[in-house]
């Protein structure tokens, strides 16, 4: 049998709270990405938050990551996977940070969390209004772009626990 392991790394936590429901439903341990032995894994699915263009630890996963193991990458943001552009951004980002020697062996599944402006860091609530700073100037606006305008400021929540199931069913046949 394969050794799995789910890593994940947070600032605000859907990303923990994902990769813990996915743990209990496969009896498997989630840890954090830096007291992971990711070295001895022969697969790792690491969760990771969405922030500027790139998954939080998975630089770290890709620095550990055994020659010959499998990489399922789940990002965790705001932005809606459903609409293509928005997946297909998120996947060329990850790519681009993984490179070519992981690309055949990496997976990607992308889910929306939460979002408190509240509970922001001030780096985070700076990057924020800058890119609605941005977003404002644009002469054509995505839906997307929309989405951020108008949840500028405010408590977003887009955590879905059933979301996993795919993730999931995915790992069941790794482990198979």
Not at 7 to 16: L, M, V
Not at 18 to 38: F, M, N, R
Not at 43 to 72: D, E, N
Request: with cysteine.
């Amino acid at each position: 049998m394969k050794k799995i392991l789910i890593t994940c790394s947070t600032a605000y936590g859907s990303s923990r709270e994902y990769a813990e429901l996915l743990g209990e439903k496969l009896l498997l341990p989630v840890s954090d990405v830096t007291s992971s032995d990711i070295s001895a894994s022969d697969a790792v699915i690491h969760f990771g938050s969405l922030y500027a263009g790139s998954v939080l630890g998975l630089r770290r996963v890709i620095s550990k990551l055994p020659p010959s193991a499998s990489l399922v990458v789940v990002s965790v943001g705001i932005a809606d996977p459903s609409i293509t552009v928005n997946a297909d951004k998120i996947d060329g980002d990850i790519f681009r940070i993984i490179g070519e020697g992981f690309r055949k062996r990496t997976t990607t599944f992308h889910l929306r969390g939460r979002l408190d402006y509240s509970k922001l860091s001030a780096k985070h609530r700076a990057m924020m209004w800058m890119l609605c700073s941005f977003i404002k100037k644009k002469k054509e606006k995505t839906e997307e772009d929309m989405l951020i305008l108008d949840t500028y400021g405010k408590r977003v929540d887009f955590f879905k626990p059933e979301s996993i199931q795919p993730i999931a069913e995915y790992a069941i046949e790794m482990l198979s």
